[in-house]
């Protein structure tokens, strides 16, 4: 075995888990010249000490099939690869609950689960007790059942891992610490202790050092390594008992209120709490000395969580603690884990923070494995894409957001959920005078934006998987934009400027629809190799050598690099310009007047829906772009962040006689749901075309020259538009229910389940539950039905948008 090459085509720093189920994968993919160094020994850090626990539980169906994968992997295909056992138990596990909201999580899982192939089981507490007979039932409502459950031992995974990746090819470098790291030419040059490699790609997957490698190549890769304890017991005699008996192993049992987790160990019980006020760990830099090594036992922060464990399973308390593990894990700001291309790095990736190392870690070498080898991820990679936090998300942000991960890792994922920590990192010229007005504020990519008024000084939202709190104020809302005229605060927009004489020609083969004549707006996809959604622009042609293009505030880093790359060859000038201007959206069928008071330009004539013009508006130039997501006559007014608070109260005063209101963001889901409009992210993913997606009017692969249409992921595009097994996406009218369509409900017909929804909500000026689902059997119409949080309600498929589907007052 070669363990000191200097040349290779990928080079990963870090042997945990995660790092060593990359260059499986890779090596299994095609690709043997792939060198691993470790600082240590293979599994130091955290790996080796993990519980290593493995779940389907999740609330996002990619999370979910990291962790499938890896149970798969450590359950099924290693064994059979190594001839030897790698330690999984398939145990079951459960998660009880005395909290109503939830069980409504529970069923919300369940649903998802049931589509995505890993179908769960809600609990009665009879059934708790038959599953777990060392459970007390006091208080609970019921629970969830993950049958396919279990739990690893982590360093022999990981060892079985790196057998067959060495065996495939790949070599590994122990004790070889990365020291330095910086780009050469067409490649990277990493000193590490033993000498210089030289390598085309190169991976951080250190782990709780990926802040730090992180730093070498230049990046912000947040995440804070954070003290976890759990103890072991001596032996349990009830334990002992069923084992005596030949009864099966206790399944995992987690109770999310009390935040705790136990399962067996031998004839023994492991109790992993996680407390609220969680303790962080080298923030700025891990101890040069630090492999193997724990910290001493602090079971006083804890001891009230072991308290409440023992009160449910008083068999806890019937043995002794033989020994305490506290060492460190990984947390990022949202504690998912950082996975994807480095932003604005050639051929650097991520595969780095996941506070679920274990249970994540063997999916996620595929996941990146799949990425690096196609250029596009293998499912919708949004929740974990390492691009999602800006140069924003900075020491105070990531050290705040991780602690509050740690201290609600068994909180309750609510719909539309705003959490509180690290607020404030980026906020719009009228952040301000939002707020004096009602503004309940949310978060999207550090962006404070409005998402509904309040007319209560102080209002907050209260979250539920029911009809909320802020359900009457949105009402009141949609009633102003639709009757009268409304602004709202749209800066959170990603925004960029292409300058040059290829403007055009970039934007001619930018994406699946063609570039828009000058002073007209269009719409286009940049696609995946594999023909699938990667990004939406509204792009407006200003002049022939000037493109502004605006896209979703969570896409700024990845469609940067998106243009980035496709620059390449063009002769243009591309500018970031999100953090210049300020968008204020003027809507309803009063806007024009209101619009008029400010201008002395025509706003009727030659200002047609989808032109964009620059205008002085009460004195202050203005890119003004005649579009609406609302479905309304409108504009979204584009200006320089300095001029932006003149220019809202300027519209404000001349608004005020047409009885002017304000909209946030959950107002513009309810209305551009009326009108099936789909929303990037969510409604369209790179798992998807733009024709599956209901989009084929804005698919031209031909233009006017085949040779300057060849964009990217065209003949991909082409293949799916006639392959059977393409998917389909409606807007469906729910009936009956008591509960709002959100997202993740599976959709019924009499044979199974056959779609799911991707984004939903009320519609107040058609008064309808709406949901916009995929159909992965096209053409399902009978007797369909829409399963919220396990209650299923009749849905039937609207043809077209059930509010102005002729777009007479858009284009008014």
Request: proline fraction near 6%.
């Amino acid at each position: 075995m070669n363990t000191r090459k200097t040349e290779a085509q990928v080079l990963v720093i870090g042997g945990g888990i995660m790092g060593v189920s990359l260059i499986y994968h890779l090596t299994k993919a095609g690709w043997k010249d792939v060198v691993l160094v470790e600082k240590n020994d293979l599994t130091h850090g955290s790996t080796w000490h993990a519980a290593g626990l493995c779940t389907h539980f999740a609330h996002n169906a990619t999370i979910q099939e990291l962790r499938a994968t890896s149970v798969r992997l450590y359950r099924d295909i290693l064994p059979a690869e190594t001839g030897q056992n790698v330690g999984f138990h398939a145990s079951g596990a459960m998660r009880i609950t005395r909290n109503p909201d939830r069980m409504d999580e529970f069923a919300h899982v369940a649903g998802l689960s049931a589509f995505t192939g890993y179908p769960l089981e809600i609990l009665t507490p009879e059934r708790v007790a038959e599953l777990h007979p060392l459970a007390r039932l006091d208080g609970l409502l019921g629970g969830i059942y993950e049958p396919d459950d279990g739990h690893v031992d982590p360093t022999l995974a990981t060892n079985a891992m790196a057998q067959i990746a060495v065996q495939n090819g790949a070599a590994i470098q122990r004790y070889n610490p990365a020291r330095a790291i910086r780009r050469e030419g067409d490649h990277w040059r990493v000193e590490t202790e033993k000498g210089v490699i030289n390598a085309r790609h190169i991976v951080n997957a250190a782990g709780t050092w990926g802040w730090e490698i992180g730093h070498m190549m230049g990046l912000n890769s947040p995440s804070v390594p954070m003290l976890h304890q759990y103890l072991v017991t001596d032996t349990v005699p009830d334990v002992t008992a069923r084992m005596a008996a030949g009864l099966p192993e206790l399944p995992i049992i987690r109770d999310p209120e009390e935040s705790w987790y136990v399962r067996q160990e031998r004839d023994g019980l492991i109790l992993g709490p996680y407390e609220q006020h969680a303790q962080t760990w080298s923030i700025d830099g891990v101890p040069p000395e630090f492999g193997a090594d724990l910290m001493p036992p602090d079971l006083d922060r804890v001891e009230h969580i072991i308290t409440a464990a023992m009160e449910r399973i008083p068999a806890l308390g019937t043995a002794g603690v033989k020994s305490v593990v506290n060492g460190p894990i990984t947390f990022t700001p949202d504690a998912n884990p950082l996975i994807g291309p480095a932003h604005g790095l050639e051929n650097a990736w991520l595969l780095t923070g996941s506070s679920m190392g274990i249970m994540e870690g063997g999916g996620a070498g595929w996941f990146l494995a799949h990425w690096m080898t196609h250029n596009t991820p293998p499912m919708d990679a949004l929740a974990i894409d390492s691009r999602r936090f800006g140069t924003w998300a900075d020491r105070d942000y990531r050290v705040e957001k991780a602690v509050e991960c740690f201290g609600l890792q068994f909180g309750v994922h609510y719909p539309f959920e705003e959490r509180e920590a690290a607020r404030n990192k980026r906020r719009s010229p009228i952040h301000d005078e939002m707020l004096a007005r009602g503004a309940v504020m949310g978060v999207a990519y550090g962006w404070e934006r409005p998402n509904w008024f309040s007319t209560q000084p102080g209002d907050s939202a209260t979250h539920s998987f029911r009809r909320p709190n802020w359900f009457a104020h949105i009402a009141r809302e949609v009633e102003t934009t639709t009757n009268h005229v409304s602004l709202a605060d749209l800066s959170v927009f990603s925004k960029f400027d292409v300058t040059g004489p290829d403007a055009r020609a970039f934007v001619e083969t930018l994406g699946a629809n063609r570039a828009p004549a000058t002073g007209r707006i269009g719409l286009t996809h940049a696609l995946t190799p594999a023909g699938g959604v990667r990004s939406e622009f509204t792009v407006s042609m200003l002049s022939d050598d000037h493109a502004y293009l605006t896209s979703a505030a969570a896409a700024e880093q990845m469609d940067w690099d998106v243009l980035c790359h496709h620059a390449h060859g063009f002769d243009v000038t591309l500018s970031n310009t999100s953090n210049d201007f300020g968008v204020l959206g003027l809507m309803g069928p009063k806007s024009r007047a209101v619009l008029a008071e400010l201008t002395d330009h025509d706003l009727s004539g030659d200002f047609a829906w989808l032109t964009v013009k620059t205008l002085l508006v009460a004195g202050i130039p203005v890119r003004a772009l005649r579009l609406s997501y609302l479905g309304e006559l409108g504009w979204e007014l584009h200006v320089a962040a300095n001029g932006m608070c003149a220019l809202f109260l300027a519209l404000e005063t001349a608004g005020k006689p047409h009885n002017l209101g304000f909209y946030g963001a959950y107002a513009a889901n309810s209305m551009r749901l009326e009108k099936a409009y789909r929303a990037w992210g969510s409604d369209l993913t790179t798992e998807r075309s733009p024709t599956e997606s209901g989009l084929g009017f804005l698919v031209k692969p031909d233009g006017h020259d085949p040779k300057a249409r060849d964009f990217t992921g065209r003949a991909a595009l082409l293949a799916r538009m006639n392959d059977p097994d393409r998917w389909e996406m409606v807007l469906l009218a729910v009936s009956g229910a008591d509960v709002d369509p959100f997202y993740a409900h599976a959709v019924h017909d009499p044979s199974g389940i056959v779609g799911i929804v991707t984004s939903g909500g009320f519609g107040h000026r058609c008064q309808k539950m709406l949901a916009i689902a995929y159909l992965r059997k096209r053409g399902a119409r009978d007797r369909l039905s829409v399963e919220i949080l396990g209650t299923r309600y009749a849905a039937r498929v609207l043809d077209r948008p059930p509010f102005d589907p002729d777009n007479h007052r858009l284009k008014a």
